[in-house]
């Protein structure tokens, strides 16, 4: 079964070159994938899935059903919206729409999400189960998943995998990871309220510009010595507002921020470790404060047996070598890990670098781009991966 999935998804690679370099001339934000939906709605159509449209708002879900009574069915997410940013690399498919670019390669997930439905199409006689694909929106604002899930996605749903490109991979390697994958991503704001006053007489007012200062240095400061370095938290302060006038004292400030962890016990206790740090700074000043901590999408958490069962659904189709174990989670977010809240489920990494440059651009970078060999490994290890679900031995 392996070479007949090899051989599909060779014979469909011009085909998945095209679909993905459309995809990347024609990007779209979070929320507005509307061209995008329909194309890809289109795409599963002529293969002869049946597909539901405006799931999720702009999201798109078909389904496969295999020709088996086993009840389990399998759900493969991938996402489609790109980034506002303006695209720096000199491609002849680069992107049409002025300040947006596929600069975390959702063009390349939503290609390999619809050639592993192809594929599989052609070998449904073959899966004992039923296979929902997902074709989510909005995953750059973290809103995609929950919309998804809000409209029933994962009814029903036993287990679901993903994947991800990654350009520190060379394409045509893939890396797995067990447990943690990614952070837990939450959003902070902290209002500093003193007393104005003339900036010639500090000292009858309440600065609090010079006491978010060191709001912002005890918490980078805490950070090393109260909280366990085996468990690593980032915190990171990118927007300050505040005052009105050089010669005048400030009265307000707001800290905006993001927080990152891995631990879900790290994280419950953030709330309250953020806030005693900011009252002990803020009470001997007479400065008052407000703490607003909000939760956004937690940890990705790897199975292990489908981790598993990825790892070696890959190291079958290239060989172990081929297949990298990650030693170190990322502490970037993915909204994936909220459909692990209702079902297990895996992500991989697609290398997607280029072995004979330098330089591979990082992800959300404006000269970011992928090796459009990796489109197929991607498709093979999925494909073969849910084949496998069924056929493990």
Known sequence: MLTLIKDLAIKLAP??????????????????????????SGVLSSNGLHVKERVGKTGVVAELQGTGKDERLLAIRTDMDALPITERACLEFASRSLGIMHACGHDVHTTVGLGTAMVLSQIAEELPGGIRFLFQPA????????????????????????????PS?????????????????????????????HGARPHEAVDAIWIASQVITTLQQ??????????????????????????????????????????????????????????????????????????????VQNDYSLTQLTQLAAEEAWGSDRVQVLPEPSLGAEDF???????????????????????????????????????ITGVVTMAYTAYKYWHQT
């Open 169 to 197: 991979i060379p394409a045509g390697s893939i890396g797995v990871r067990y447990g943690a994958l990614t952070a837990a991503a939450d959003t902070l704001e902290i209002i500093i309220i003193g007393e104005s006053g």
């Open 139 to 166: 995953e750059e604002i973290a809103q995609g998943a929950s919309w998804m899930i809000d409209d029933g996605v994962m009814n029903q749903v036993s287990n679901i995998l993903s994947l991800h490109v990654f």
């Open 15 to 40: 085909r998945l070159i095209e679909i993905r370099r459309h995809i990347h001339s024609h990007p779209e934000l979070s929320g507005q994938e509307q061209q995008t939906s329909a194309f890809v």
């Open 222 to 299: 805490a950070i090393s010595r109260t909280q366990n370095p085996l468990r690593p938290v980032v915190l990171s302060i990118g927007q300050i507002n505040g005052g009105r006038a050089p010669n005048v004292i400030a009265d307000k400030v707001q800290l905006l921020g993001t927080v990152r962890s891995l631990h879900p016990e790290t994280r419950a206790n953030l709330p309250n470790w953020i806030e005693k740090i900011v009252a002990n700074v803020c009470e001997p000043y007479g400065a008052k404060y407000q703490v607003d901590y909000r939760q956004g999408v937690p940890s």
């Open 337 to 375: 890990s909220v459909y692990l809240e209702h079902a297990p489920g895996s992500m991989f990494r697609l290398g997607v670098g280029f072995k004979d440059r330098l330089i591979n651009y990082p992800l959300h970078h404006p000269l970011f781009e992928v090796n459009e060999s990796a489109i």
